[in-house]
Structure formats: structure tokens, C-alpha cells
């Protein structure tokens, strides 16, 4: 915690006059609302993450991205390829929703319906929205912690290329390239990615572990885009990763492999009419998974999920103060194990939001929501929202929401040998409210956020009949502090704080692997000789590592450094230290972490 202190003073020595753009209320986001809306609209809890904000903290894997922001911890169980869960304001991993350009990429053959990021790569990525709270409405299951919708980059009007190669510790080796551009009529975006490492034991080797679980994955993207004319555009994408590694058993060494494959892909028939006031989308959404446990005592188990979705939207925008949302959705799920398990069900959605401008700054927001599952039947789902944003650059922005979600039961839980099919829905009732005020002129940034979530019919499974029953009662509160300045006298600053009370109402103990408090800071500075160094310090707080609150993982703090230099306008050197002072510590209890580690890279831009 020492480090957290050091870290700490520096942060308020630099913070009196800060200036850049990190407080700007016009930025655009889309995953709130489902249309094209400014930051100062939004009545939600939202962070962004940027390109330039990727690879200044030279990331590596998304969950090192989602760990820098508020209201998030992240518990991996090893290294790369291990399983690991990102909570949202201490959800359930499996409560929140995980989306490629739009498209849910949650593993339909998951335990619970979750999606594993120990082989989620940021790469292929140029823009992450992040949107805390629940957002059922909109987003229909899971949607009850959050939505995380990564977003690829776009076609550009010329062609442009990127390239990266990196090495460093335990023999890592990281290879990227994209390129975008006009081919003819169509704009077109691909990229790809790869990295292998010799990885380090997923046992904790301070617990004697002595086998490294090896890592090797690639990934590839494609989007193209099309003007049809009248309006009208068509798009598509795809994205596509493999991973093998190896992994170990609960508390021992265990020469155990592993395979992880993923497709997403999508296509959408856009049209923009009444200069930009009628917007409708129809589009269709696929996710496919194939996982391989390889157990070397008990043999291989095999899952395979498919999820197939047809949306249609239409947003209209009569006046300036009124937007009318209405929308559908069709999905249908399945999966299969070598064990003789399998299972599909369906679900049909419509939603419906109102938007209201009444005065300048003021913005309000009402949505609806009615399901019908094959299995459960019907769920309504209700939303409410609002922001006034004071006039001025350097004006407040006052938000706050009131949202309920569901998680509809996973395929797992209904259809295996210890499913039951008369599983009702996981619901979530939720609060925040949150006050950001910008200052210099708007290139700062300070936010507090309260939250308050309720959720009921929470599914696990019960040892005493062995099946899984809804028989959970979960309540999260807490608060969320982040500031964000960029450029200030070379100077960018980011902290995020996030104090989470999440507890079973049953027991009154606090859930596993929830940290109650976790803090996230980082200070970069650009030299004016070129040379850009930064700081990073990661704390997460004691958490219990089970249900029963007996087996307390002690608080951590790890410290890194950065470092990058450019070549000209094309070309960037760089590298890091992480755990800079080689700290022993477990985030997973039994499970290892890395040791002071080193990597170098380059950047190219063409």
C-alpha cells in the first residue's frame, strides 16, 4: 500500500491546472442507447477507451484494459489462456454482456452463459465502450452488471497499415498487423494478430510449482462497408481466434492442455433518411465456440455453441427535442458436449425507448422491454434515466438511472445431467446516480458514481440434489471515483477507484473473489525531446476466495513502468516493466501471477 501513498501525492502534485480533452461532453457513443448519442445525453454510467489509450499502456489482453476503469475487478485464475472473470460492480462474470461491433460473444456453451477473457487479446481493437449498470432493456440477458462492446476500426477513406512486434519475458512473442482502406466501392479493415509464450505455471510456482502452461493464439478480423445509395449502406465484419495452452489442476501441477476457438461474425442492411432523422438497421449476429479441456487423469471434455440472432431497429427523430426507439430481436441458442449433452432454446425480444430534450441540457429516458423464452415464458423488463448537462465547457453533468435486467438460464444449467429445466430467470433491479465535472476548460476530468444493485433467483447449484435451482439473493452497493486528465504540460493522469459492499442476502458473506476495494492510477509524461515515460499501480484490496468467506487472499499492490520513443512520424519504440518490484502475491488462491517481467516492441505506421 506504500506504493499506493508514493503514487497518490504525485497525482495531486500534478493535478492544479490540468487541460486536454479528457472531460469533452460531445464525444459520441453508441452502446448506451443503441443510436449515435453525446457523452452529456447519457444517463448511464459509461467509460471509453481509446486506441491511443491502448497502446500508451501498451496492453497486451482486454481484461488489462477493463481493469484500469471504475466499477470493474478482474480474477485470473494463471496466466494467458486461464480462465479469467472480469466483475462488473461485482456481478457475476456471466451477468455482464460481452459484444464484438455490436454482436454478444458470451459462450453459449459456458457453465453460465459467461465469457472467459484468458484469451481475449486488444490488439484488433480501436475503440472499448464500457456501460455500467443494468441495461436489460436495450440489451436484453446478461445485461445486468454491465455491456462491454469492443469496437474494430472502421474503414478509412485511404490506405493505412499498422504493424507491432514485441519480446520479452519467459519468451514472449507478439506479432499485430492491420490494414485499412478503399477497395473500389468498398471499405474494407482486416488485421491479425499472434503471440506465444512459454508462460509460467498456473499453480503458483511459489507454492513449488515447477511446469510452465505454454500459451500460443491468433486472431483475425475483417469489416467492409458499402454505400448502396437512397440511403441505404450494408456492412459486415467477422472475427475469429484460437488459443492452446496449458493448464493446471486445483492446487497441483497437472500436465493438462487446452483449446479455445471462437467466430463471431456479422452483416447489416443500414438506411439514414430525413437528413439523418429516421436511422433503421436489420441485421443478423452469429457466435460459434468450440472449447477442449484436456485433463490428463480424466480424459478430454468437449463443448461446442452456436448463438444466431436477427435484430431490426428503427430511430426516429420527428424534432430536435423527441427520438423514438423500437426494435426486435430473435435468437436462438444450442450446444452439445462429448458427453451426450445438448440442448437449444429460443428467445424473442421487443424493446421500445423514448427520449425527451425538454430544455437545453436536460435529457430523459424511458424504455420497455417483453421477452418470451421457449423454457422460462415471458420477463418485462423496465428503464428510466436522465442527465442535465450545465451549459460551458466546464459545466457539470449530473446522471442518473434506474435499470432492471435478467440473465436467462444457461444451456448448461438446463439441459446437462445436472441441469433443470424449470429454471426461471436471474432479475436485477439497479440505482446509480453520479455527478462529472470537467475543469480547464474541459480537458479534465473528475467523477463520483453511487451504485445500488438488487438481484434475485440467482441459479447455483445445489450439492444436495446435485441439479441447479434459483435460489440466490444478491445485494451490490457501492461507489465509483475516477479522474482523467490528458496533456496537461505533457502530463496525462488516470485513476479509478471503486469501493463494491457485494454480498449473498442469504448468508450475509461476501461473494468470492471481490475485492471491496480496488484502485487503478496511472502518470505519464512527454518529454520534449520525444521520450514518453509512465507509471502504473494496480491495488485490490483482501477478498474471499469462497462462498463461505474462509479463505481470505491477502491485499496486493503492483507497480509498473513504460517507456516509448518515436522514429520519425512512422515508427515507435517502446517497453515495460511489469510488477516492478517483484511482488509474490495471488489474485486466484493457489494460482500464479507473473514476477518481475520485461518487454521491448516496435510500432510501425505506413
Not at 70 to 92: C, L
Not at 377 to 402: I, K
Not at 585 to 591: A, D, G, N, S
Request: proline content about 3%; aromatic content about 12%; some cysteine.
Amino acid at each position: 500500500m506504500k506504493y499506493l501513498f508514493f503514487l497518490g501525492c504525485s497525482i495531486v502534485a500534478v493535478t492544479p491546472a490540468l487541460a486536454d480533452e479528457a472531460g469533452d461532453k460531445s464525444a459520441i457513443v453508441v452502446t448506451a442507447t443503441r443510436t449515435e448519442a453525446p457523452l452529456a445525453e447519457v444517463g448511464q454510467s459509461v467509460s471509453v477507451v481509446t486506441r491511443a489509450e491502448i497502446e500508451r499502456y501498451q496492453s497486451v489482453q482486454a481484461a488489462d484494459v477493463l481493469a484500469r476503469l471504475p466499477g470493474v475487478s478482474v480474477a485470473a485464475s494463471g496466466g494467458f489462456g486461464q480462465p479469467t472473470s472480469v466483475f462488473v460492480r461485482g456481478a457475476d462474470n456471466s451477468q455482464s454482456l460481452v459484444m464484438i461491433d455490436g454482436v454478444r460473444i458470451n459462450d453459449p456453451a459456458d457453465v453460465g452463459g459467461g465469457f472467459d477473457f484468458g484469451s481475449f487479446a486488444i490488439g484488433q481493437f480501436d475503440r472499448v465502450e464500457f456501460v455500467r449498470g443494468a441495461q436489460s432493456v436495450l440489451w436484453g440477458s446478461r445485461a445486468i452488471g454491465g455491456v462491454i462492446n469492443f469496437i474494430t476500426r472502421k474503414p478509412t477513406d485511404d490506405w493505412q497499415g499498422r504493424a507491432q512486434a514485441e519480446y520479452g519475458w519467459r519468451d514472449q512473442r507478439r506479432l499485430g498487423a492491420s490494414l485499412s482502406g478503399m477497395a473500389g466501392p468498398v471499405g474494407l479493415t482486416l488485421g491479425g494478430n499472434w503471440l506465444k509464450s512459454d508462460g509460467y505455471s498456473a499453480f503458483s510456482e511459489a507454492r513449488g510449482a515447477i511446469e510452465r502452461d505454454g500459451y500460443e493464439s491468433s486472431s483475425a478480423n475483417l469489416r467492409a462497408e458499402l454505400a448502396l445509395g437512397g440511403g441505404f449502406t450494408a456492412d459486415a465484419g467477422g472475427y475469429y481466434s484460437r488459443a492452446n495452452y496449458g493448464y493446471d489442476a486445483f492446487g497441483a501441477d497437472a500436465a493438462n492442455f487446452g483449446v479455445k476457438r471462437d467466430v463471431t461474425g456479422f452483416t447489416n442492411l443500414r438506411y439514414a433518411g430525413l437528413d439523418g432523422r429516421l436511422q433503421g438497421r436489420l441485421g443478423f449476429g452469429l457466435t460459434d465456440s468450440h472449447r477442449v479441456s484436456d485433463d490428463a487423469v480424466y480424459g478430454p471434455y468437449v463443448t461446442d455453441g452456436r448463438n444466431e440472432r436477427i435484430e431490426a431497429q428503427l430511430a426516429f427523430t420527428p424534432i430536435t427535442q423527441v427520438t423514438v426507439l423500437v426494435g426486435g430481436e430473435t435468437e436462438k441458442s444450442r450446444f452439445n458436449d462429448n458427453y451426450g449433452s445438448t440442448g437449444e432454446t429460443r428467445l424473442d425480444s421487443g424493446f421500445a425507448s423514448l427520449t425527451l430534450r425538454p430544455v437545453t441540457g436536460l435529457t430523459l429516458n424511458g424504455g420497455v422491454r417483453h421477452d418470451d423464452h421457449r423454457d422460462f415464458g415471458t420477463r418485462t423488463t423496465l428503464s428510466a434515466n436522465g442527465a442535465y448537462a450545465f451549459a460551458g465547457v466546464d459545466g457539470p453533468v449530473l446522471r442518473a438511472s434506474y435499470g432492471e435486467g435478467f440473465k436467462a438460464p444457461s444451456l448448461y444449467q438446463l439441459y446437462t445431467n445436472t441441469g433443470f429445466t424449470a429454471l426461471q430467470p436471474e432479475t436485477a433491479t439497479a440505482w446509480d446516480a453520479s455527478i462529472e465535472q470537467p475543469f480547464a476548460q474541459g480537458h479534465g476530468r473528475l467523477s463520483l458514481a453511487w451504485f445500488d444493485r438488487r438481484t434475485t433467483n440467482l441459479i447455483d447449484y445445489d450439492f444436495a440434489t446435485y441439479t441447479y435451482f434459483n435460489v440466490g439473493r444478491i445485494r451490490a452497493k457501492g461507489i465509483e471515483l475516477a479522474m482523467a486528465v490528458s496533456d496537461w504540460q505533457g502530463f496525462d493522469v488516470n485513476l479509478a477507484y471503486t469501493w463494491t459492499d457485494a454480498r449473498n442476502q442469504l448468508t450475509g458473506t461476501r461473494l468470492a473473489r471481490r475485492p471491496e476495494n480496488v484502485v487503478s492510477a496511472s502518470i505519464d509524461y512527454a518529454w520534449p525531446f520525444g521520450l514518453r515515460t509512465g507509471i502504473d499501480l494496480n491495488h485490490a484490496g483482501d477478498r474471499y476466495d469462497d462462498q463461505a468467506n474462509t479463505a481470505l487472499v491477502p491485499a496486493y499492490d503492483v507497480v509498473g513502468l513504460r517507456a516509448s520513443f518515436p522514429f520519425g512520424r512512422k515508427v515507435e519504440l517502446y517497453g515495460r516493466i511489469d510488477n516492478l518490484f517483484d511482488k509474490a502475491y495471488e489474485v486466484v488462491r493457489t494460482y500464479g501471477t507473473p514476477t518481475r517481467s520485461a518487454y521491448v516492441g516496435v510500432r510501425a505506421r505506413f
